[in-house]
RNA sequence: GGGCGAUUAGCUCAGGGGGAGAGCACUUCCUUGACACGGAAGGGGUCAGCAGUUCAAAUCUGCUAUCGCCCACCA
């Protein structure tokens, strides 16, 4: 039934609301792996702000998602919200207006008040964990809404959260093998620390920032006669942290003075001056001082040259209130220490060079420079190093072989766009560090471990008590180890629970196996993991992509997925990236309301596989522009066709329409290609570009034909608008829907893909009688363009000069081109070299 | 410092050894029986620069410049 007027007002919540009651995309759970496309869906933070974005990306795969649905893959198609870790933490903390306060009993009865006061309300960990539940459900409805207005074709009834339980367990579970097999460990060692959050992170989180500095030349003095050493250092505050000077082997400067040793300004403690081929002759003075710890790199020496630990930074940030282990020091080193005990880095740094000035210490002015500075992601002061107890996973940062195996799995992966793996390459060639998986949060899944306390109350470590695995998921804080009592709960001789709990990563690199539902449902498992795609942005190539090859590396010796599709970045209008700093963050739901959720769609299908992509209205209206034109277009054919729904391919005999159905045939073969390699884009490019010729060029030459009654134009348009329907499904799987819904039963989303089989009978057909009908058509239509006339003028006589090819092509479609250019009078065939027409217009009236 | 990508019309971008392309914007015209939420036609480019390979280079190779991103050891 085709409207009077149609429009597409009203098509994303009539259809969405259909496809919803039919079960359109709901996964058949009797297909089996082979039948089976399986996608690794990424989970939106759902405490994140909604983003055009989302959008962007998720219409890329739901593009695929719908392609290979077509092709007769049974999709597994899951959605899963990412509810877990920091930033949701942080938003309950404003929203609500609390904060966790592990050491509170649970308060069955609290409620949050309306509106969060000035002063943040202490809650306990469970309470604090029930209003993060609770939160997340109201986020998770507002992605819920985007992603079904846009038309993802997702099953609904297959979502799962990273924070629920079934998350919990399988991170659990997880986490417990690994440790049986060794892969996972836990090592006291200098951490990198974000001192507010007071939390320590892991190298995947770490981002470098440009900030302003100075290097600071300090004297130390030399002992048994040696001459002072000056070191130029940016930070100053760390020389109570002093534990040894380096210089480079080769740097004959220093080299006398290797072996040697000097005292440390201020606080006179003997430092040795030592060699080490990772000190640079061209930073500073060329000599550094080594402290416990200012940067990676003192880790390194501390390590390699088996130096002492003197600890002054408190993971506050500030520094500790008594001074370190010094042995041997100046008669006032700790009244000096005192001056800079309890204060910030910054502040302590201020202080520390006045008091170096004035003991003569300082060794000219202070020369300001910027520097990369190392913070956590989501951090805002720069991260400090402290040694401290945390559970590490092993990725290769510390393994040659292990690293080799995964960029072995790097290899094996199919990237789209292909150079995506450098990205991948580069980061684990880099590594430097296992993946440090603890941290020091209450919202998140807990380890489910917890420690013997001997009979003096000291916490043994080494030996961590596991529980069952069917007991999993477990919160140690609140359940019992086998074989203890809750009363037994930090007594000697009792247990202590981990206090840390996981990282979002170590849970969120389980995506695959949580979707595919992991032991839970090993039936559901069976049919669809190791699954075939993994959709995500570069940007996270280091973390979730790698994490999860490293976890299916281990637990299934295989990778999580064949094929990984990388997108790129949503720049604002004036390609800028988007953040919410910036402010310039455009939400989605605003514009598919102004244009169409179709339209979104056609704008986040232009942008190509990996490529950066402006917000852009102008694609926008132009999506709009082709929805609409597919139902007027439609509405056309259909209205002249009859109701034949099945056409009949042998009444198609007219060489134009043969013709156009074997260009047709090519641009199947041509977005079938480009969709089998991850390239929609290019698929609704050349669907489009055929499309609007089909309308300017075919549809006119064939008006008059097929208003008289042709059979074979009537099946022609039939077999043209089938197909041209299907190949524009993917990308605008409303307006498709509505017209299929004019002239056909059940869903397009179900029907197949066009393929060059359903064409085979034309496929073979000369194309170029179709073009050059178009060619000659265009010209008489320029004719009347540049006269300034009507195209509904009348023609009195064409002249075609063009070679013997084009005429030969032209000859069967003449017809056609009468009709269409209203030519009246005689038609004549020239030899040229070159096509040109000449047209002798009626007069005006 | 190492790596990846980009540089094509005013704008946003395709293309990828042999005619320089699309959309938007701009100009002119057309209310025609699918479409004014239209349509037709047109103007506009030293394909960043230099060198090389080739009968032929926007396209392949090398170098340079600029931009973006990733990585790297904060003295």
Same mark, same amino acid.
């Given at each position: 039934?085709?409207? &009077?007027?149609?429009?597409?007002?009203?098509?994303?919540?009539?259809? #969405?609301?259909?496809?919803?009651?039919?079960?359109?995309?709901?996964? *058949?759970?009797?297909?089996?792996?082979?039948?089976?496309?399986?996608?690794?869906?990424?989970?939106?933070?759902?405490?994140?702000?909604?983003?055009?974005?989302?959008?962007?990306?998720?219409?890329?795969?739901?593009?695929?998602?719908?392609?290979?649905?077509?092709?007769?893959?049974?999709?597994?198609?899951?959605?899963?919200?990412?509810?877990?870790?920091?930033?949701? &933490?942080?938003?309950?903390?404003?929203?609500?207006?609390?904060?966790?306060?592990?050491?509170?009993?649970?308060?069955?009865?609290?409620?949050?008040?309306?509106?969060?006061?000035?002063?943040?309300?202490?809650?306990?960990?469970?309470?604090?964990?029930?209003?993060?539940?609770?939160?997340?459900?109201?986020?998770?409805?507002?992605?819920?809404?985007?992603?079904?207005?846009?038309?993802?074709?997702?099953?609904?009834?297959?979502?799962?959260?990273?924070?629920?339980?079934?998350?919990?367990?399988?991170?659990?579970?997880?986490?417990?093998?690994?440790?049986?097999?060794?892969?996972?460990?836990?090592?006291?060692?200098?951490?990198?620390?974000?001192? *507010?959050?007071?939390?320590?992170?892991?190298?995947?989180?770490?981002?470098?920032?440009?900030?302003?500095?100075?290097?600071?030349?300090?004297?130390?003095?030399?002992?048994?006669?040696?001459? *002072?050493?000056?070191?130029?250092?940016?930070?100053?505050?760390?020389?109570?942290?002093?534990?040894?000077?380096? #210089?480079?082997?080769?740097?004959?400067?220093?080299?006398?003075?290797?072996?040697?040793?000097?005292?440390?300004?201020?606080?006179?403690?003997?430092?040795?001056?030592?060699?080490?081929?990772?000190?640079?002759?061209?930073?500073?003075?060329?000599?550094?001082?080594?402290?416990?710890?200012?940067?990676?790199?003192?880790?390194?020496? /501390?390590?390699?040259?088996?130096?002492?630990?003197?600890?002054?930074?408190?993971?506050?940030?500030?520094?500790?209130?008594?001074?370190?282990? /010094?042995?041997?020091?100046?008669?006032?080193?700790?009244?000096?220490?005192?001056?800079? #005990?309890?204060?910030?880095?910054?502040?302590?740094? #201020?202080?520390?060079?006045?008091?170096?000035?004035?003991?003569?210490?300082?060794?000219?002015?202070?020369?300001?420079?910027?520097?990369?500075?190392?913070?956590?992601?989501?951090?805002?002061?720069?991260?400090?190093? !402290?040694?401290?107890?945390?559970?590490?996973?092993?990725?290769?940062?510390?393994?040659?072989?292990?690293?080799?195996?995964?960029?072995?799995?790097?290899?094996?992966?199919?990237?789209?766009?292909?150079?995506?793996?450098?990205?991948?390459?580069?980061?684990?060639?880099?590594?430097?560090?296992?993946?440090?998986?603890?941290?020091?949060?209450?919202?998140?899944?807990?380890?489910?471990?917890?420690?013997?306390?001997?009979?003096?109350?000291?916490?043994?470590?080494?030996?961590?008590?596991?529980?069952?695995?069917?007991?999993?998921?477990?919160?140690?804080?609140?359940?019992?180890?086998?074989?203890?009592?809750?009363?037994?709960?930090?007594?000697?001789?009792?247990?202590?629970?981990?206090?840390?709990?996981?990282?979002?990563?170590?849970?969120?690199?389980?995506?695959?196996?949580?979707?595919?539902?992991?032991?839970?449902?090993?039936?559901?498992?069976?049919?669809?993991?190791?699954?075939?795609?993994?959709?995500?942005?570069?940007?996270?190539?280091?973390?979730?992509?790698?994490?999860?090859?490293?976890?299916?590396?281990?637990?299934?010796?295989?990778?999580?997925?064949?094929?990984?599709?990388?997108?790129?970045?949503?720049?604002?209008?004036?390609?800028?990236?988007?953040?919410?700093?910036?402010?310039?963050?455009?939400?989605?739901?605003?514009?598919?309301?102004?244009?169409?959720?179709?339209?979104?769609?056609?704008?986040?299908?232009?942008?190509?596989?990996?490529?950066?992509?402006?917000?852009?209205?102008?694609?926008?209206?132009?999506?709009?522009?082709?929805?609409?034109?597919?139902?007027?277009?439609?509405?056309?054919?259909?209205?002249?066709?009859?109701?034949?729904?099945?056409?009949?391919?042998?009444?198609?005999? &007219?060489?134009?329409?043969?013709?156009?159905?074997?260009?047709?045939?090519?641009?199947?073969?041509?977005?079938?290609?480009?969709?089998?390699?991850?390239?929609?884009?290019?698929?609704?490019?050349?669907?489009?570009?055929?499309?609007?010729?089909?309308?300017?060029?075919?549809?006119?030459?064939?008006?008059?034909?097929?208003?008289?009654?042709?059979?074979?134009?009537?099946?022609?348009?039939?077999?043209?608008?089938?197909?041209?329907?299907?190949?524009?499904?993917?990308?605008?799987?409303?307006?498709?829907?509505?017209?299929?819904?004019?002239?056909?039963?059940?869903?397009?989303?179900?029907?197949?893909?066009?393929?060059?089989?359903?064409?085979?009978?034309?496929?073979?057909?000369? !194309?170029?009688?179709?073009?050059?009908?178009?060619?000659?058509?265009?010209?008489?239509?320029?004719?009347?363009?540049?006269?300034?006339?009507?195209?509904?003028?009348?023609?009195?006589?064409? !002249?075609?000069?063009?070679?013997?090819?084009?005429?030969?092509?032209?000859?069967?479609?003449?017809?056609?081109?009468?009709?269409?250019?209203?030519?009246?009078?005689?038609?004549?065939? !020239?030899?040229?070299?070159?096509?040109?027409?000449?047209?002798?217009?009626?007069?005006?009236?």
């Amino acid at each position: 039934m085709v409207p &009077e007027k149609p429009s597409l007002d009203g098509l994303e919540d009539k259809w #969405a609301a259909r496809w919803d009651a039919e079960g359109t995309y709901r996964f *058949d759970r009797t297909k089996t792996r082979d039948e089976v496309y399986a996608i690794d869906t990424p989970p939106p933070t759902v405490s994140g702000s909604l983003h055009v974005g989302h959008v962007f990306s998720y219409t890329h795969t739901d593009a695929v998602a719908r392609f290979q649905r077509m092709r007769g893959r049974e999709v597994f198609y899951p959605m899963g919200w990412d509810d877990n870790g920091v930033p949701t &933490e942080r938003r309950v903390q404003n929203y609500f207006g609390v904060r966790c306060d592990p050491s509170l009993p649970y308060d069955p009865g609290f409620t949050p008040p309306d509106k969060p006061g000035k002063q943040e309300i202490p809650i306990s960990r469970q309470n604090f964990v029930e209003l993060c539940d609770r939160l997340v459900v109201e986020d998770e409805q507002k992605f819920e809404e985007l992603w079904r207005t846009l038309g993802l074709s997702v099953d609904w009834s297959m979502t799962y959260t990273t924070i629920g339980d079934r998350a919990r367990r399988a991170s659990q579970r997880a986490f417990l093998r690994m440790l049986v097999r060794g892969e996972a460990y836990q090592s006291e060692a200098p951490t990198l620390w974000d001192v *507010d959050f007071r939390m320590a992170v892991s190298q995947a989180e770490l981002e470098d920032r440009e900030l302003p500095g100075a290097y600071h030349g300090v004297r130390f003095a030399g002992t048994n006669g040696d001459g *002072d050493i000056v070191i130029e250092t940016t930070r100053p505050e760390l020389i109570p942290a002093c534990v040894a000077l380096v #210089a480079h082997p080769d740097d004959e400067r220093y080299s006398s003075r290797f072996g040697t040793s000097v005292t440390t300004p201020l606080f006179g403690v003997e430092v040795p001056v030592l060699p080490h081929a990772l000190a640079d002759p061209e930073k500073g003075s060329g000599i550094a001082m080594i402290c416990t710890f200012g940067d990676t790199t003192d880790v390194v020496w /501390w390590r390699e040259l088996q130096l002492p630990t003197r600890t002054v930074m408190g993971r506050d940030g500030r520094l500790l209130a008594q001074p370190p282990d /010094w042995g041997e020091a100046a008669p006032d080193a700790e009244t000096l220490y005192g001056e800079l #005990a309890g204060k910030t880095a910054k502040q302590a740094q #201020a202080r520390i060079v006045e008091l170096l000035d004035e003991h003569g210490e300082l060794v000219g002015a202070p020369k300001p420079i910027t520097h990369p500075v190392k913070f956590y992601e989501r951090g805002d002061r720069p991260l400090e190093i !402290v040694s401290s107890r945390q559970w590490y996973i092993r990725n290769g940062g510390r393994d040659p072989e292990l690293r080799a195996a995964f960029l072995e799995r790097g290899r094996e992966l199919r990237w789209h766009p292909a150079h995506m793996r450098s990205r991948y390459e580069s980061w684990v060639e880099g590594l430097n560090s296992d993946w440090l998986i603890s941290r020091q949060r209450y919202f998140g899944v807990p380890f489910p471990l917890w420690y013997p306390l001997d009979a003096d109350g000291e916490v043994d470590y080494a030996h961590p008590l596991m529980p069952d695995e069917a007991r999993l998921p477990v919160d140690p804080t609140s359940d019992v180890p086998e074989g203890y009592t809750d009363d037994m709960r930090g007594k000697p001789g009792g247990f202590v629970a981990d206090p840390d709990v996981m990282d979002t990563w170590a849970t969120s690199s389980l995506t695959p196996e949580l979707a595919a539902g992991w032991e839970d449902d090993p039936d559901l498992f069976a049919r669809v993991f190791p699954m075939d795609l993994r959709p995500q942005a570069f940007e996270i190539i280091r973390t979730w992509l790698f994490s999860t090859i490293v976890r299916a590396h281990f637990e299934f010796d295989g990778l999580p997925w064949t094929d990984a599709a990388i997108s790129g970045w949503v720049l604002d209008p004036d390609r800028k990236k988007m953040s919410k700093s910036k402010g310039n963050v455009v939400t989605p739901m605003e514009p598919i309301r102004q244009f169409g959720a179709d339209a979104m769609r056609y704008w986040a299908a232009s942008g190509r596989p990996g490529v950066d992509t402006a917000v852009d209205e102008g694609q926008m209206k132009v999506g709009r522009r082709l929805a609409i034109k597919i139902l007027n277009a439609s509405k056309f054919a259909l209205g002249v066709m009859g109701d034949d729904g099945s056409p009949d391919s042998s009444t198609i005999t &007219e060489p134009l329409d043969r013709s156009m159905l074997a260009s047709l045939a090519a641009l199947v073969a041509n977005a079938t290609t480009s969709f089998e390699g991850y390239d929609y884009a290019r698929a609704l490019d050349a669907t489009e570009r055929f499309f609007w010729g089909f309308c300017d060029d075919y549809l006119e030459l064939v008006k008059g034909r097929a208003y008289a009654g042709s059979d074979s134009a009537r099946a022609a348009l039939a077999t043209a608008l089938d197909a041209l329907l299907r190949l524009f499904a993917p990308h605008m799987p409303f307006v498709t829907e509505e017209v299929w819904s004019w002239w056909r039963e059940g869903s397009i989303h179900r029907t197949s893909w066009p393929s060059s089989d359903d064409l085979a009978a034309f496929a073979a057909d000369d !194309v170029s009688v179709y073009p050059a009908g178009a060619a000659v058509l265009g010209e008489i239509r320029k004719a009347k363009s540049e006269a300034k006339r009507s195209m509904r003028t009348d023609v009195l006589s064409v !002249v075609v000069h063009a070679p013997a090819e084009l005429r030969r092509a032209l000859e069967p479609a003449l017809d056609d081109v009468r009709g269409a250019g209203r030519v009246a009078g005689p038609t004549e065939l !020239v030899e040229a070299a070159e096509l040109g027409v000449e047209v002798v217009l009626a007069d005006p009236e």
